[in-house]
C-alpha cells in the first residue's frame, strides 16, 4: 500500500514548456484534489475530482489542466509553463464519504526558469 | 481565497509546554481538519472534527470548534522538539449545489525548543 504517489519529485522547466505532473493513489480513493504550496500563501487548490471522469476548477486552475480516466490517476499538466508556476506541488486523496481527512503525496518542487 | 486563517502565524515555546493555535474561517463546513506539516515534506492529517461536534481529542491534541463563532483551536500538550512543523487548518466547506473542496489556511509554525 504505497498510498499516495506523485512523480518526479523535482523538475526544472524552461518558460513555455509543458509536462505533466503524475499522481496515483492505490487507497481506491474517489476524492482527489491538486494544491499549489507558496511561501505565506497557504495551499492553494488548482483542480479537483470526485470521481473518474468528473472534473472542476479550484482557486486557483489557469494554465493547468487535469483529467481523471481512472479512480487511480490524476494527472496534472502545465500546458506552457511559466515563472508564476514556480511552486510546490501536492496531490491528495480520501474516501467519498465527509469523516475522513485527506491523504497526501510527497510533493513536486517545480522551478520555471 | 482563503477560507481559513490560523493565528499565530508563529509559536515558539519551550519544551513540555502546551502550545495553542487557533483557526477562524468563513462559510458552513462539512468538518473542520488539521494538519501537520514537516519541513520539506506532505501534509499529515492529525484530526477531524465534524461540525456537529464541540471537542475531540487524540492522544496528545485536543481540537475544539465553535460553528457560531466560526472558529477552531488546536491544542498541543506537552509539546515535544519533534512537534516542530507547521500546522494547517482545512475546511471541508459545504457551497451552493453540493461541490466540496478542501480549503486550507496559511498555517502556523511551530518551534519547540529542547
Known amino acids: 500500500n504505497a498510498g499516495v504517489t506523485q512523480t518526479p519529485k523535482f523538475q526544472v522547466l524552461k518558460t513555455g514548456q509543458s509536462m505533466t505532473l503524475q499522481c496515483a493513489q492505490d487507497?481506491?480513493?474517489?476524492?482527489m484534489s491538486w494544491y499549489r504550496q507558496d511561501p505565506g500563501m497557504g495551499l492553494r487548490l488548482i483542480h479537483y475530482?470526485?470521481?473518474?471522469?468528473?472534473?472542476d476548477q479550484g482557486e486557483v486552475p489557469n494554465g493547468y489542466n487535469v483529467s481523471r480516466s481512472t479512480t487511480e490517476d490524476f494527472p496534472l499538466r502545465l500546458l506552457s509553463a511559466a515563472p508564476s508556476q514556480t511552486s510546490v506541488y501536492f496531490c491528495?486523496?480520501?474516501?467519498?464519504?465527509?469523516?475522513?481527512?485527506?491523504?497526501f503525496g510527497s510533493g513536486t518542487r517545480l522551478t520555471v526558469v | 481565497s482563503q477560507q481559513g486563517e490560523e493565528d499565530p502565524q508563529a509559536l515558539s515555546i519551550q519544551e513540555g509546554e502546551n502550545a495553542t493555535m487557533n483557526c477562524s474561517y468563513k462559510?458552513?463546513?462539512?468538518?473542520l481538519q488539521w494538519y501537520r506539516q514537516n519541513s520539506g515534506r506532505g501534509l499529515v492529517h492529525l484530526i477531524l472534527?465534524?461540525?456537529?461536534?464541540r471537542e475531540k481529542h487524540s492522544g496528545r491534541l485536543r481540537v475544539t470548534l465553535d460553528t457560531s463563532k466560526k472558529s477552531s483551536s488546536l491544542l498541543i500538550t506537552a509539546s515535544r522538539a519533534a512537534d516542530t512543523a507547521s500546522y494547517f487548518c482545512a475546511t471541508d466547506a459545504v457551497y451552493q449545489g453540493g461541490s466540496e473542496k478542501l480549503v486550507f489556511g496559511k498555517g502556523t509554525k511551530l518551534t519547540v525548543n529542547p
Open positions: 475530482s470526485v470521481g473518474a471522469g468528473i472534473t
Open positions: 462559510t458552513s463546513i462539512n468538518n
Open positions: 472534527i465534524r461540525s456537529n461536534e
Open positions: 491528495a486523496s480520501r474516501r467519498t464519504v465527509y469523516d475522513y481527512g485527506y491523504t
Open positions: 487507497m481506491n480513493h474517489e476524492y
